[in-house]
T-cell receptor
């Protein structure tokens, strides 16, 4: 049981490049989330999904797109990376309803945009 | 707008008790959660309060007062491994599908 996994673990991009971060969970969770965390800061929600085929905007959605084509996967895309998107990105998943308050986090992806 | 306020840093002595407060202002409310994060690691879930009162899980307890928009995390019998950042989080709405907002975190340092 791997829990929540993220790919890649670390990436360096040049301004304007694109990339996709992959999140996978094997707990059959309905809800999945993408957060970013800047140094010394809390987590800020980028986008989230409450079920396969559905997505919703979080607190800081600009510059990012997501897709949830399969229940176990949640993809985060950066179409044109900017230095302001340098951050640590965490994916999380949870059950639906009241049990959804326990989020399980992946190990994070460290992204540096030059 | 929505916001969560918690102290940025707290220092305590090993074996002591420490309380980390969290006040929130949101358009809706669906419970208060607490997470722990060690440096370089991922957040891990500690506790959740959906109703007013105290929830106890081992050395950790969490309290919620919805009328005061306030909660706290209580850590007892502090150990060096408790040195970490602690985040409160709420859903900004009235359902489990509402978006989640995290506080900026409280960095807890434990002294021997």
């Amino acid at each position: 049981n791997a829990g929540v996994t993220q790919t890649p673990k670390f990436r360096v991009l040049k301004t304007g490049q694109s990339m996709t971060l992959l999140c996978a969970q094997d707990m059959n969770h309905e809800y999945m989330y993408w957060y970013r965390q800047d140094p010394g800061m809390g987590l800020r929600l980028i986008h989230y999904s409450v079920g396969e085929g559905t997505t919703a905007k979080g607190e800081v959605p600009d510059g990012y797109n997501v897709s949830r084509l399969k229940k176990q996967n949640f993809l985060l895309g950066l179409e044109s990376a900017a230095p302001s998107q340098t951050s640590v990105y965490f994916c999380a998943s949870s059950r639906a309803g009241g049990q959804g308050e326990t989020q399980y986090f992946g190990p994070g992806t460290r992204l540096l945009v030059l | 707008g929505q916001s969560l306020e918690q102290p940025s840093e707290v220092t305590a002595v090993e074996g002591a008790i420490v309380q980390i407060n969290c006040t929130y202002q949101t358009s809706g409310f669906y419970g208060l959660s607490w997470y722990q994060q060690h440096d370089g690691g991922a957040p891990t879930f500690l506790s959740y309060n959906g109703l007013d009162g105290l929830e106890e899980t081992g050395r950790f307890s969490s309290f919620l007062s919805r009328s005061d928009s306030y909660g706290y995390l209580l850590l007892q019998e502090l150990q060096m491994k408790d040195s970490a950042s602690y985040f409160c989080a709420v859903r900004d709405g009235y359902s489990s599908a509402s978006k989640i907002i995290f506080g900026s975190g409280t960095r807890l340092s434990i002294r021997p």
